[in-house]
């Protein structure tokens, strides 16, 4: 195992510190828990947005903390889900009394915690609404889910959700976006290398040299199934298929596209990628409203990537183009 690291039972710590040196105009850490909250937390007067998960998947979540987007992210530690008293820490530390959204992807340990967390921030008087992304079409079940598995479609739910609440809106509202954005939203990813938690010290699956897997989650759990590298052009298609079936977008629909990399593969592949996405969404007549390419929620250093398509109509549109100010999002 070659990784830039000291311990590897202290990398998630070190990764807060050193992300909380590099940006201190923008985040904070909550003494003696991995919650990071925004650097003029609370922010009053509006309803608070709390996400996180496992570390690993960087720049999710704290990379979304800030003026437009979460007002705090718990992180666990590498691909474990958060504890519930963490949790807890980070929403009595946002909550203004406007109340605050849960944001949870759907995996079974985030979802059993963060219920967990919200339960007891209730028993407390504080007032809690949750959502469950599950924007992954691969798969209905997974090694680590009842139904879909929550991905990259998970950042635009921190963008729209976090812009309503940014103008003001009520916890029902900004819950309804949210679920709104949710029933839009549709990703499904392809690996072609594993990755290596630091503290296992070996690569989590094993993937041959000439081999990709398809629909794989951002855990490395199975996909649909393992077949021989393709090109870009081909990836683009079997990715593509799968979520345009399930959206039944028609011709003259609008999307955002989101061109994810899992850490591994370079920015280049992604934008080759892209090319082919979106020529076949032209040739559909679906139009492009804008394209995001990059690293959003990532798998450690695993090559691959997932493609993510939300159907927008004028309110998300309003809402996906709102300020925000964090460090993985800037608009």
Same mark, same amino acid.
């Given at each position: 195992m070659?990784?830039?690291?000291?311990?590897?039972?202290?990398?998630?710590?070190?990764?807060?510190?050193?992300?909380?040196?590099?940006?201190?105009?923008? %985040?904070? !850490?909550?003494?003696?828990?991995?919650? =990071?909250?925004? $650097?003029?937390?609370?922010?009053?007067? @509006? +309803?608070?947005?709390?996400?996180?998960?496992?570390?690993?998947?960087?720049?999710?979540?704290?990379?979304?903390?800030?003026?437009?987007?979460?007002?705090?992210?718990?992180?666990?530690?590498?691909?474990?889900?958060?504890?519930?008293?963490?949790?807890l820490?980070?929403?009595?530390?946002?909550?203004?009394?406007?109340?605050?959204?849960?944001?949870?992807?759907?995996?079974?340990?985030? %979802?059993? !915690?963060?219920?967990?967390?919200?339960? =007891?921030?209730? $028993?407390?008087?504080?007032?809690?609404? @949750? +959502?469950?992304?599950?924007?992954?079409?691969a798969?209905?079940?997974?090694?680590?889910?009842?139904?879909?598995?929550?991905?990259?479609?998970?950042?635009?739910?921190?963008?729209?959700?976090?812009?309503?609440?940014?103008?003001?809106?009520?916890?029902?509202?900004?819950?309804?976006?949210?679920?709104?954005?949710?029933?839009?939203?549709?990703?499904?990813?392809?690996?072609?290398?594993?990755?290596?938690?630091?503290?296992?010290?070996?690569?989590?699956?094993?993937?041959?040299?000439?081999?990709?897997?398809?629909?794989?989650?951002i855990?490395?759990?199975?996909?649909?199934?393992?077949?021989?590298?393709?090109?870009?052009?081909?990836?683009?298609?079997?990715?593509?298929?799968?979520?345009l079936?399930?959206?039944?977008?028609?011709?003259?629909?609008?999307?955002?596209?989101?061109?994810?990399?899992?850490?591994?593969?370079?920015?280049?592949?992604?934008?080759i990628?892209?090319?082919?996405?979106?020529?076949?969404?032209?040739?559909?007549?679906?139009?492009?409203y804008?394209?995001?390419?990059?690293?959003?929620?990532?798998?450690i250093?695993?090559?691959?990537?997932?493609?993510?398509?939300?159907?927008?109509?004028?309110?998300?549109?309003?809402?996906?183009?709102?300020?925000?100010?964090?460090?993985?999002?800037?608009?």
């Open positions: 070659k990784k830039l690291i000291n311990n590897p039972e202290q990398v998630v710590r070190d990764m807060i510190d050193g992300m909380v040196f590099a940006h201190p105009d923008k %985040l904070k !850490n909550l003494p003696g828990t991995n919650v =990071l909250i925004r $650097a003029h937390a609370p922010s009053q007067g @509006k +309803v608070a947005l709390v996400s996180g998960g496992g570390s690993g998947h960087e720049p999710s979540h704290a990379g979304y903390v800030g003026a437009g987007m979460l007002d705090a992210a718990v992180a666990g530690e590498v691909f474990t889900s958060p504890t519930p008293d963490q949790i820490e980070a929403i009595k530390a946002v909550d203004t009394g406007n109340g605050v959204l849960l944001i949870i992807k759907n995996y079974s340990g985030d %979802l059993m !915690n963060f219920e967990m967390a919200a339960e =007891l921030a209730e $028993a407390e008087g504080i007032q809690v609404a @949750k +959502v469950i992304v599950n924007d992954d079409v798969v209905e079940n997974s090694t680590y889910t009842t139904g879909r598995r929550g991905i990259a479609g998970t950042v635009f739910v921190h963008k729209i959700a976090g812009a309503l609440a940014e103008k003001g809106a009520s916890l029902k509202e900004v819950e309804q976006v949210a679920n709104k954005v949710i029933q839009h939203v549709r990703s499904m990813g392809v690996a072609f290398t594993p990755c290596t938690v630091p503290a296992a010290g070996k690569p989590s699956f094993e993937i041959g040299e000439t081999e990709m897997e398809i629909g794989i989650g855990h490395g759990e199975p996909g649909t199934h393992r077949t021989a590298v393709a090109t870009a052009d081909e990836i683009a298609e079997i990715l593509l298929s799968r979520i079936d399930d959206m039944k977008l028609i011709s003259g629909d609008q999307v955002a596209v989101m061109i994810n990399g899992l850490g591994g593969t370079p920015l280049m592949e992604l934008y990628l892209n090319k082919k996405v979106s020529q076949i969404l032209k040739n559909r007549n679906i139009s492009v804008d394209t995001y390419v990059g690293e959003y929620m990532t798998a250093e695993m090559a691959g990537c997932s493609i993510t398509l939300l159907k927008l109509d004028d309110q998300l549109i309003e809402l996906l183009e709102a300020p925000a100010d964090t460090i993985a999002w800037k608009k």
